[in-house]
């Protein structure tokens, strides 16, 4: 489990490179194209119909020598499911989209067979407990994707049909990694491919259906700006909304640990457990917020071209807070009370609430900080209502809800006001982390202990212990 969690890790830092390296080496225009194809590439997974979801629910736990027959037709079935779709989507991507949109159809139709038959390969890997190549194929694709679009960049800046080939050269890599490491041709099989891929669609459906209506709360206004405005504009707003990827991968490490603790404890404890954890990850949101400094910083010297995309990154960074406890909390809370069909219903509303805000605001304004304060608006719309239709489980009352919305409201004013005394980022951020110490000592002040403790740990553990020694000898 602790290389699972090690690949994890890598892939955050190689999706956090990403952030900043591709604006550094593309043109505004191409970054654009490049994010339209990473936003409704970050959907394939949904053209499997769940297949994925509903395999790795059988296979758990098994040896893979036991389903290794079942491996044959499951590819089989997502093969000619997937060449069916890239048929029928060349063919509409031809005789409709403009050139530069029919490439990133067609991009994302083969990248969805290459992800989709790679994921089930690493469904196969994690459900008989061999995490090794699935942490490998985990951090792959970003890691190799960084190399060839560095390669390229050292001849000519690469343009987005470039990006993307690089792209899915680095997923192509990866599938044959885990091809061999799986060897799924390998054995005979008399199952048919329709029998198999029914059954587990059926199984898996729900669950996709759930974390794609998840996924589409957290990027409805991206989808509507993609379509909206022009795509200088898109790069602009992406670029802003890509550097929420940073702190929501620090903060979503948690989510690995929080479930299986929480399935783990009687229920009576569950209360205590759920608050404990809202309060924690209101701390570490607050302490996060001025990574938004680093990105000013950073942003105003290295990519100046993006200098008009810094207060929207500043007003969706305050969204983190909301995007995390839905996906820690809240939805493992659905799920482990057997709640998921009640939680997809609530998703697909917020989905068509948070698109319809987010339309609003652009067809009234044009303004991209207005269609971000609105994102921000919509998802703490929704982690408000999940919270009230918890509370029987939580026990948490219109205060509890009220003293997260009263540190949200006011770390974001001391953001504000720190940003606006002082130019300097560590006078910033000390400005700011005064002026928040207090609110959250008064109500999440065991929660700051228990962070301390935690850095306190991993200081001891990077730095030297020799340090420790020589300090100790001098006292």
């Known amino acids: 489990m602790g290389t699972l969690v090690l690949g994890s890790v890598l892939a955050a830092i190689f999706g956090a490179m990403l952030v900043f390296v591709v604006p550094r080496i593309t043109g505004i225009e191409d970054f654009g194209y490049w994010r339209i194809f990473l936003l409704y590439g970050g959907y394939v997974g949904f053209f499997h119909l769940g297949f994925g979801e509903g395999a790795l629910l059988c296979w758990a736990g098994k040896s893979l020598g036991l389903f290794r027959q079942e491996l044959k037709p499951s590819l089989k079935f997502l093969v000619v499911l997937h060449s069916l779709l890239l048929i029928v989507g060349c ?4 005789a409709l989209f403009p050139p530069r949109v029919r490439f990133i159809a067609i991009a994302v139709l083969v990248f969805a067979m290459l992800q989709n038959t790679a994921v089930l390969l690493q469904c196969a890997l994690q459900a008989a407990r061999q995490f090794r190549p699935v942490a490998v194929a985990a951090a792959a694709p970003s890691g190799l994707f960084l190399v060839f679009a560095a390669l390229t960049a050292l001849r000519a800046k690469p343009d987005y049909r470039v990006l993307v080939c ?18 799924p041709l390998g054995s005979v099989s008399n199952i048919s491919a329709w029998t198999i ?24 206004d991206r989808f509507v700006l993609s379509s909206a405005v022009s795509i200088y504009h898109f790069a602009q707003y992406s670029l802003a909304a890509s550097t929420m990827m940073v702190p929501l991968a620090i903060i979503s490490a948690a989510a690995r640990v929080f479930f299986p603790h929480l399935a783990a404890r009687e229920r009576k404890e569950h209360p205590e457990i759920y608050g404990q954890a809202t309060r924690l990850i209101v701390v570490v949101w607050c302490v996060l917020l001025p990574y938004y400094f680093a990105v000013d910083v950073f942003v105003h010297r290295f990519l100046h071209a993006y200098v008009e995309s810094l207060p929207v990154a500043q007003t969706l960074l305050l969204g983190v807070l909301f995007i995390a406890a839905i996906q820690i909390l809240q939805s493992s809370l659905f799920n482990l009370y057997g709640k998921q069909k009640r939680f997809l219903i609530y998703s697909i509303i917020a989905v068509a609430f948070s698109l319809a805000l987010a339309g609003t605001a652009v067809f009234l304004s044009g303004s991209l900080l207005l269609v971000a304060a609105m994102q921000v608006v919509s998802l703490g719309m929704f982690w408000l209502f999940n919270a009230w239709r918890l509370r029987s489980l939580t026990g948490e009352s219109w205060r509890d809800f009220g003293l997260v919305i009263l540190n949200f409201a006011w770390s974001a004013i001391s953001l504000w006001l720190a940003f606006f005394w002082t130019s ?6 000390l400005l700011y982390w005064l002026l928040v110490t207090g609110p959250l000592a008064l109500t999440c002040g065991e929660e700051m202990r228990a962070m301390g403790r935690v850095v306190a740990g991993v200081i001891h553990i990077v730095l030297p212990s020799s340090l420790f020694a020589t300090n100790r000898g001098e006292g």
């Open 424 to 429: 300097n980022i560590a006078f910033r951020t």
């Open 197 to 220: 891929g029914k059954r587990y669609v059926l199984i898996g459906w729900p669950i996709t259906l759930a974390n794609s209506a998840i996924g589409l709360v957290q990027s409805s």
């Open 91 to 94: 063919l509409t991507a031809v």
């Open 166 to 183: 690089c792209y899915l050269l680095a997923w192509l890599i990866v599938l044959g990694f885990l091809w061999s490491t799986v060897r």
